[in-house]
């Protein structure tokens, strides 16, 4: 039913009890074009303790905390789980299971997100601008006001959904004075970094989506973008959300896409104490990392590992040295190798090779893998990309980074 406002007022969420996946029964959505139906499909798997020794090159995405390979596409879901606890204990925090209770609105307009959990609650907003044509839309989520070719969004069929990532995490705060609506739930002293926080933001209004009666919007196809700051923030977004069909990080630079172990040396990109110290973007945790990213069990590449095989169309810029456009090479180069053991090759794009050197800028060369992309994984249709065009000046090289080989996974 459809209000005077003309929003979609929505059922209260039932609390999830321990143990159950938290979108599980009840909710009549199905799966999204992924075929994932939840935030995180590998709550099941029981994740024991290890992890890689020091590695100065990437960690063997393909090895087990238990030393054992995976063998099969099945043994991914679990093998996923273990890298996301790293990722969360080692890089970025931990993000908390969907909480109790979420409603809100969803009107040809806005998305309204009322949220609590243990006691606590927090309320917020984001736009909506819908394409032409008749609905339901499938929805991106754009982080951020600046960067994003919203034009090239809504041309391909999609609607813009423009979220303020500051209203779930706030930067310029200290590590135990962190603000925003993540915070007023976990509190202003959470380990969590903002990416996280921002991501979860997401998670929320998808939640939203998700329980309406899916007239205006899609329950179902999501997608994600934002440059430079919020293109980590798209990357972390779509790595810890997998309802999320295609996520699109663009000109993310250190903590986003590039390889934390590349930026840590390549020439003029932002070192990881800056990545770490600029903003709380990053998890408490990455402190002891920040000097010693050989200790990492996990790199950027593992964090595509958790996208895949979903979509994933990742824009660079190598004319900036700041953005560590090498090493973000080097995570497309060896995060392809999950999604080829995956049997989805296509399904990652990478394109850097562009010709206009300002951040952020709207680029030719990034419209035609965009709109396919948003073709394929959200209105389903066409082919996926799979476009691969490294920039020369800033192509770095996977054999000088692994010394692990790609399984055939049956
Ligand atoms: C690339 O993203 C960041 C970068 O990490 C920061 O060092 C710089 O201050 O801001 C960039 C950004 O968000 O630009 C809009």
Known sequence: AVSAAGAQALPARATVPAGVTSLGAGVTSGTTASGVSDEFDGAHCAVGPGGPGSNATLPDPFTRNDGTRVTTRADWECRRAEIKKHAENTVYGAKPAAPQSVTGTVSRTGITVDVSDQGRSASFSASVELPSGNGPFP?????????????????????????????????????????????????????????????????????????????ILRTDSFGVTGCSRFGKGAFVTGAFDQRIDLTMPV???????????????????????????????????????????????????????????????????????????????????????????????????????????????????WRAPMEASIQRFLLGSGSAPGVFRVAPSKSGNLAEWRSWTTPTLS
């Open 139 to 215: 929805a991106v989520v754009v982080l951020g006001g600046f960067g994003t070719d919203t034009t090239t969004i809504k041309n391909s069929g999609a609607a813009v959904i423009r979220f303020d990532p500051y209203v779930a995490g706030a930067e310029g705060t200290g590590r135990t004075t962190k603000r925003g609506a993540f915070y007023d739930l976990y509190g202003s002293s959470s380990s969590t970094g903002l990416l996280v926080a921002w991501g979860w933001g997401v998670s929320r209004i998808i939640d939203v989506i998700e329980r309406s009666d899916g007239s």
């Open 251 to 365: 000109e993310s630079g250190t903590a986003g896409a590039p390889i934390l172990r590349g930026v840590a040396t390549e020439s003029g990109a932002q070192p990881l104490s800056s990545g770490y110290g600029e903003q709380p973007w990053l998890g408490d945790a990455f402190g002891s990392y920040v000097n010693n990213p050989a200790g990492l069990p996990v790199d950027t590449h593992s964090v595509i590992g958790m996208i895949a095989p979903r979509g994933l169309f990742l824009m660079e810029n190598p004319s900036v040295d700041w953005l560590g456009a090498r090493s973000g090479s080097v995570a497309a180069l060896a995060g392809r190798e999950i999604y080829t053991a995956l049997g989805a090759t296509s399904n990652i794009s990478y394109v850097s090779d562009v010709a206009d050197g300002t951040h952020c800028a709207n680029r030719s060369e």
